[in-house]
């Protein structure tokens, strides 16, 4: 199907949630916001579309959060899937259905699809050696090893990912790897596995993405895709020793189950499939037709298994159409730091609907107008504060209750009918009619932060067009002019009652519940009485959106102002977060700290070499031009010298007089800006990157004395 081609229908699917925990911005600006835009969009436009999502509970971060909890994984599942379909629903992202993948249907789904390629010889069966934690005597799955990145060197690499530099790994990569349930180092033993062979697919995945996707998707994407195909592919293991998950269905596979990012895209189908059974529809044309349009929305971490992955098990199948394209987002950070749900540096959706009740549209639009389409970007609290105040507020909301208290004011809440348009109406009207079309433009592709821009620019010209005319005070001079010039201000703010659905959705309710025009969501939360139906096309089309003669009900303030007050709750909240953290990485065994791999072994007289002893620091101040380096002197019980040392980041040169010290004190003398170390004192560094004496706690040990 040709981009250009427009299809019979959509399959719009966003990424499904692990429910090891509840959703947080990151996800909402990421994923969802962005794709329930897209769907929005569609669905006024009148195509059919299927929006599908569900919660992803066979991943092994639901079986670590149950072994952490000391509970079963049916019931972390259930408790957070509970959790994020409600928050969903609560936050109006409009799914056609949110299942999950403990369902039966899914799991006979995806079977299914397992089977096919097995029969198909699509799978390479190894013995492989697996890592496996002797002490808890089982496989460690991807998300049980900690290690470091043998590409980028992070110390904290996943089994399956570097979340640092977004390799894709395996658990054997990782250098010195740990057990992240035992922090014991796990040994190699053999197992046997079933694999799919994405180089098979090389080919297939360079034509249809590098050439044939090259002009149309975004270049985040279309890069991390090349960067995988030009470094060649690998076969990728399908299954995993692991007792939660869909058990393999072939013979010898016993005690093991589907990886999930195998069976987790399957997902989607499996909850198209209980949407058609729902609706008494046919779900094969969304997944198997191709003049069907699949889209998937993503975060940047899923690249891989929707751009690669995902489409070889299609292609092996034979039967499913590929996504047309996959606007994947980068990251959201919070405050300046990186989000993560493991130290509650986040932003809770459930947490903000309690703690901002009925202000969701003010969180969709923070997240869109700073959305992280192309790069990651900052979410701040005082950003959000200044996107409602002075946007939503000041713009949307001051243009909108001036047009309703006028309409009131003057004629009862009556359309007034109006007499010759003057050029500026003319010019008005024709604007609007413009808007549409603008918008689309940036909607179909995927641009929904300047789309958001487009549709505040709207209201401008709705505030400008009235800051102009003054109605107020031509009232008392031409009352016939006030007719024409509310008439047009009622057709803009009609215009924005449709044109902000995708955005603002609960906002468009309301404002279409004061200008009593129809719901055309299906999912709107809010019904009102109405007399007249208004479509995204009608506003380029119609000459009169809202016709002379129709009532309207009163105002309504559609936005309210954030105080200073509020938002420094929410930034004492993240304070508190910050410092328990602290606390907690203080008080935590040096064993949570990156290790440094151990050095090649020396023998006795190797380390019988080292001189080393017992001295004071007797002076001590700053090297001149030099940030880092103190120039101390030691008493070291044979003499007093001078030593050079880079610790002056993490002491002053006062606080330092008087410590006692261990010193090599046979290390060859070395020249340091022009002043003669001679010798070197031993430190360590904490958790928290700061150096730490390594010096003799007991009285009595006098300078001089040597350390064996």
């Not at 009622?490 to 025009?517: N, Y």
Request: net charge negative; proline share 5%; hydrophobic share 35%.
């Amino acid at each position: 199907m040709s981009q250009t081609t427009t299809p019979s229908r959509y399959t719009i699917t966003s990424a499904l949630p692990y429910t090891n925990g509840p959703i947080h911005i990151g996800h909402l600006a990421g994923v969802y916001v962005p794709a329930d835009i897209y769907v929005r969009y569609l669905r006024l436009k009148g195509h059919d579309v299927a929006f599908v999502c569900g919660s992803d509970e066979h991943g092994v971060a639901i079986s670590m959060k149950a072994k952490k909890e000391g509970v079963t994984p049916k019931e972390i599942i259930d408790k957070y899937h509970n959790i994020i379909k409600k928050s969903f629903a609560d936050f109006g992202i409009s799914f056609d259905n949110y299942s999950r993948t403990s369902a039966e249907v899914h799991h006979k789904t995806a079977s299914d699809f397992f089977k096919k390629l097995y029969e198909q010889g699509d799978f390479i069966e190894e013995e492989t050696e697996q890592l496996y934690d002797e002490e808890a005597q089982q496989f460690l799955a991807d998300r049980f090893v900690i290690g470091t990145c043998p590409k980028c060197g992070h110390g904290e690499a996943y089994g399956d990912q570097c979340e640092n530099c977004g390799s894709s790994l395996n658990a054997t990569d990782l250098i010195n790897p740990k057990s992240t349930i035992t922090g014991g180092v796990p040994v190699l033993k053999k197992t046997k596995h079933w694999f799919l062979p994405l180089d098979r697919y090389e080919d297939f995945l360079r034509k249809w993405i590098l050439e044939g996707h090259k002009a149309d998707w975004k270049p985040n994407v279309y890069g991390q895709c090349k960067s995988w195909i030009d470094e060649g592919l690998k076969p990728r293991a399908v299954t995993r020793d692991l007792d939660w998950g869909i058990p393999v269905p072939v013979k010898g596979g016993e005690g093991k189950v589907l990886y999930v990012w195998f069976d987790a895209p399957i997902g989607y189908i499996s909850s198209t499939k209980e949407w058609a059974e729902r609706e008494g529809k046919d779900w094969k044309p969304y997944w198997m037709d191709k003049d069907t349009k699949l889209v998937h929305f993503i975060g940047k971490d899923n690249i891989v298994f929707h751009c690669i992955i995902f489409p070889s098990m299609l292609k092996a199948h034979g039967d499913f159409i590929l996504p047309e394209n996959v606007p994947a987002n980068e990251f959201l950070n919070l405050e300046g730091n990186k989000l993560s749900t493991s130290k509650n540096w986040a932003v809770w959706l459930h947490e903000y609907l309690e703690e901002f009740p009925d202000m969701q549209d003010v969180l969709r639009y923070a997240l869109t107008a700073n959305a992280p389409e192309t790069k990651d970007n900052d979410f701040t609290w005082k950003d959000f504060q200044a996107r409602n105040n002075n946007e939503l507020v000041a713009i949307f909301g001051n243009f909108v209750n001036r047009v309703a208290v006028l309409t009131h004011k003057y004629y009862d809440g009556v359309v007034p009918s109006p007499n010759a348009f003057e050029a500026v109406d003319k010019e008005t009207l024709e604007a609007l009619k413009g808007y549409p079309q603008i918008l689309s433009n940036s909607l179909e592709r995927y641009r929904f932060r300047e789309g958001s821009q487009e549709l505040m620019n709207l209201a401008r010209l709705g505030n400008k067009y009235l800051a102009d005319a003054e109605p107020w005070k031509l009232i008392k001079t031409d009352e016939e002019r006030v007719k024409t010039i509310m008439y047009v201000a009622l057709q803009i703010a009609t215009g924005l009652a449709i044109l902000s659905e995708p955005f603002l959705p609960f906002t468009s309710t309301k404002l279409k519940g004061i200008l009593r025009i129809a719901q055309n969501d299906k999912n709107s939360v809010i019904s009102s009485a109405v007399e007249k139906s208004i479509g995204w096309g009608d506003i380029a089309s119609e000459d009169s959106l809202l016709p002379a003669g129709h009532q309207i009900n009163p105002s309504e303030l559609l936005f309210r102002k954030i105080e200073d007050a509020e938002i420094q709750q929410q930034l004492d909240k993240l304070e508190a977060t910050k410092k328990t953290n602290a606390s907690a990485t203080n008080s935590t065994d040096s064993m949570e700290k990156e290790l440094i791999p151990q050095k090649e072994t020396i023998t006795y007289d190797d380390f019988s070499k080292l001189d080393m002893r017992v001295g004071t620091v007797i002076e001590a101040e700053k090297m001149p031009k030099a940030d880092k380096l103190l120039v101390l002197k030691i008493d070291t019980g044979l003499d007093t010298r001078t030593i050079v040392s880079g610790i002056a980041n993490s002491f002053k040169p006062e606080d330092i007089i008087g410590k006692k010290v261990t010193v090599l004190v046979n290390l060859a003398p070395r020249k340091l800006r022009g002043v003669e170390s001679e010798g070197m004192i031993l430190m360590t560094e904490n958790t928290e990157g700061k150096l730490v004496f390594m010096n003799p706690d007991e009285d009595g040990v006098g300078n001089g004395e040597t350390i064996n």
